[in-house]
């Protein structure tokens, strides 16, 4: 029996309109279903608009200037309706892509397809890039005190006001973004974590930028154990093993999961792994033709996966991890525990800082720290870059990794210059250097290049 659509996308994100943006272009017929919420399908782009707006109230400060929290809450919400004019159902409708609005689910009577507002639907495939809900950690009486959670800020009266006393338990990157973003609003913040800030990436990164946010006024406690979360006398106390810890709110960040609550994924046999959708490196659940990811570089493989064949891979050490800070954090492929896990001592790691960047004078940000893990025959490994606009140029490393070009090939990069891009060229300059140190008979051909040349001056 033929089939409505070659791909529907269960969306109510920015991601879930760039991709039916996206697949509009193959020509392929397309669905958009976001679900019926007041919560706006550009929520996941908000804290990235006011981190944009901390970064340029001042030339000599990182924070909202007193008085101008309304004014940058104001300019946040102008800038996300222009993008939403960008990508509005109009426009999506004008390119052959149907949006429908409404609760769906899946039903596997006759066959796998998509009840929506009554309608059934079928599709080849299909593609869930639903919005993301906090699943709260396992805290003693932490769901007694009702915290607030990343989801529910951009409602919250949080951004008109000012001087709050404000804790943020977790010590993933929203809650390293969060308690950067709402001390430039000026509140007093205070950041909780039982492991020490981002666990997963390498820890010299992560000190990195503890001790920025602890420069901007964050009270960071990590690692500590968090024994018990309480309400007295209207303010949430935290009870830790350095004392408890009081404030005016309570915000808590944990795992970021698809709310697929009402997809009735059970209902048509597709395997969950507690709380989230386990995939393969072609973004497929347990049921081949429903695909799903959170990244855009997944949703891309996803997408050309589900329209053509399934014959696109992405590994997961190729996708780029980023803490969306000032500056932010990308971290890539293998830590330093895990390539020498790998490799033993057939690696080398090679550091930078941003105070050898002209551009990072002229504007003020030499803040930054750049360490690229290297195989002996020059194939990049991992690494991370911390400092101005990295999530911008550090996917030229990420595109050498995925490629497997070697370090030194960068070195011939057609680089503007003053740039911090132009960092990708110091360590390709690092690494031919750490070569001809390696092996002294190339220095030795080096010397007798040069005196057999000037030889021939004379």
């Known amino acids: 029996m033929a089939v409505d659509y070659d791909l529907i996308i269960l969306g109510g994100s920015s991601l879930g309109r760039d991709v039916a943006l996206a697949a509009a272009h193959y020509k392929a017929r397309v669905a958009l279903v976001e679900p019926p919420t007041t919560r706006s399908w550009t929520a996941d782009l908000t804290f990235h608009t006011l981190r944009q707006l901390g970064q340029t109230q001042s030339a000599t400060s990182t924070a909202i200037l007193p008085g101008t929290s309304e004014a940058a809450l104001k300019l946040a919400r102008q800038r996300l309706e222009s993008f939403q004019e960008a990508l509005s159902i109009a426009h999506l409708n004008s390119l052959g892509v149907d949006v429908l609005e409404g609760e769906a689910e899946f039903t596997s009577r006759p066959w796998v397809s998509l009840r929506v507002n009554r309608r059934v639907l079928r599709s080849r495939t299909y593609l869930l890039l639903r919005p993301h809900r906090t699943l709260l950690p396992n805290i003693p009486g932490l769901d007694n005190t009702n915290p607030l959670v990343p989801e529910e800020l951009w409602e919250s009266d949080i951004w008109t006001q000012s001087s709050r006393r404000i804790t943020v338990l977790g010590g993933g990157a929203i809650a390293c973004e969060l308690a950067q973003l709402l001390a430039r609003f000026s ?3 205070t950041l909780i974590s039982e492991t020490a800030l981002l666990p997963d990436q390498e820890p010299e990164a992560a000190r990195l930028l503890q001790a920025v946010l602890e420069s901007e006024g964050v009270t960071v406690i990590a690692p500590t154990a968090i024994k018990r979360v309480h309400l007295e006398a209207g303010q ?6 350095v004392g408890a810890i009081a404030s005016d709110l309570l915000i808590a960040t944990g795992s970021a999961i698809p709310d697929v609550s009402t997809l009735n994924l059970e209902g048509i046999g597709l395997k969950l792994m507690g709380a989230n959708l386990p995939t393969n490196a072609r973004m497929q ?7 799903t990811c959170d ?12 329209l053509f064949m399934p014959i696109f891979r992405i590994p997961r050490r190729h996708i780029p991890q980023v803490v969306f800070t000032d500056p932010p954090l990308v ?16 690696y080398h790691c090679l550091r930078q800082d941003f105070l050898s960047r002209s551009k990072a004078y002229t504007r003020q940000q030499i803040t930054g720290h750049y360490q690229i893990l290297v195989h002996s025959s020059g194939r990049i490994l991992g690494g991370y870059v911390f400092g101005p606009e990295a999530e911008e140029w550090a996917g030229l490393f990420i595109m050498a990794q995925r490629h497997r070009i070697p370090l030194q090939q960068l070195l011939h990069l057609p680089l503007p210059s003053p740039s911090f891009a132009s960092g990708v060229q110091a360590i390709a300059q690092d690494w031919q250097t750490l070569q001809l140190t390696q092996h002294p008979w190339l220095l030795r051909r080096l010397d007798h290049w040069f005196d057999a040349r000037r030889s021939w001056m004379r």
Do not use: D, E, W
């Open 187 to 189: 509140h007093h913040v």
């Open 236 to 241: 949430a106390q935290v009870q830790t093993l």
């Open 285 to 291: 659940t347990s049921i081949p033709n429903i695909y």
């Open 295 to 306: 990244t855009l570089a997944g949703a891309q493989v996803a997408l050309k996966n589900a």
């Open 331 to 346: 971290s890539f492929g293998l830590t330093q525990i895990q390539a020498r896990q790998r490799y033993g001592t057939h």
